[in-house]
């Protein structure tokens, strides 16, 4: 159990492009689920609180223009980068906290990963 | 605010050899404690929790941790390592809150084993 799916997993875009990326909790439900960002030999940079049926909460100077998170079930979340950039190059990364069920309700399980390299 | 410090970068350690990956913690009350793995180009594994009750935590793979309240650490063991645990270990202190808040995670230490 607890399977969190990130799709996709590589993606290159040409500068200027948008690029969506979604996150699914595959046998769980979850209310919040969260979207973070991770430079080369650094941690987690937590960009945003993604909260179903509701407005993301964006961390300090996280662009929410150009992070639009979306939550439209208890099982998706997807980030679009708009106009991307070479600086939006980076790993990005989702974590799903169930809202539900057996599984513990306050442990984050986390998705693959997506490497955006913006040319 | 809640912070976490894990001082060792970079640790290189024999194939069979005793692992302990220090971390740290700062906040103010008892918090929850978590490590997790990540490997190259993936998301981040849990390997164990602390919330409550007995301090030394048996989690997946083989690995322990200790929560040592008078030191604020939580560091992680495993008494011999295999070539597969190479990787990136991340240390989180989270609030114990009862319900679900943020967790804030450590910079990392990246894992390598020699045969």
């Known amino acids: 159990g607890a399977v969190v799916s990130q799709h996709p997993s590589r993606v290159i875009c040409k500068s200027g492009t948008s690029v969506k990326i979604e996150c699914r909790s595959l046998?769980?439900?979850?209310?919040?689920m969260f979207w973070y960002r991770q430079f080369p030999k650094q941690s987690l940079m937590l960009m945003a609180t993604?909260?179903?049926?509701?407005?993301?909460?964006?961390e300090q100077g996280v662009e929410k223009d150009k992070f639009l998170i979306n939550h439209a079930s208890l099982t998706l979340s997807t980030l679009t980068v708009t106009s991307a950039h070479p600086e939006d190059s980076s790993f990005y990364i989702c974590?799903?906290?169930?809202?539900?069920?057996?599984?513990?309700?306050?442990?984050?399980?986390f998705g693959a990963g997506t490497r955006l390299s913006v040319l | 605010a809640q912070s976490v410090t894990q001082p060792d970068i970079h640790i290189t350690v024999s194939e069979g050899a005793s692992l302990e990956l220090r971390c740290n913690y700062s906040y103010g009350a008892t918090p929850y404690l978590f490590w997790y793995v990540q490997s190259p180009g993936q998301g981040l594994q849990l390997l164990l929790k602390?919330?409550?009750?007995?301090?030394l935590v048996q989690g997946i793979k083989g690995f322990e941790a200790e929560f040592k309240r008078s030191q604020s650490s939580f560091n992680l063991r495993k008494p011999s390592v295999h070539w597969s645990d190479a990787a990136e270990y991340f240390c989180a202190v989270g609030p114990n809150s009862g319900g679900y808040q943020k967790v804030t995670f450590g910079i990392g230490t990246k894992l390598q084993v020699i045969p």
């Open positions: 602390y919330f409550s009750g007995d301090t």
């Open positions: 046998d769980f439900q979850a209310t919040t």
């Open positions: 993604s909260n179903e049926g509701s407005k993301a909460t964006y």
């Open positions: 974590s799903a906290v169930p809202s539900g069920g057996i599984l513990a309700k306050n442990i984050q399980y």
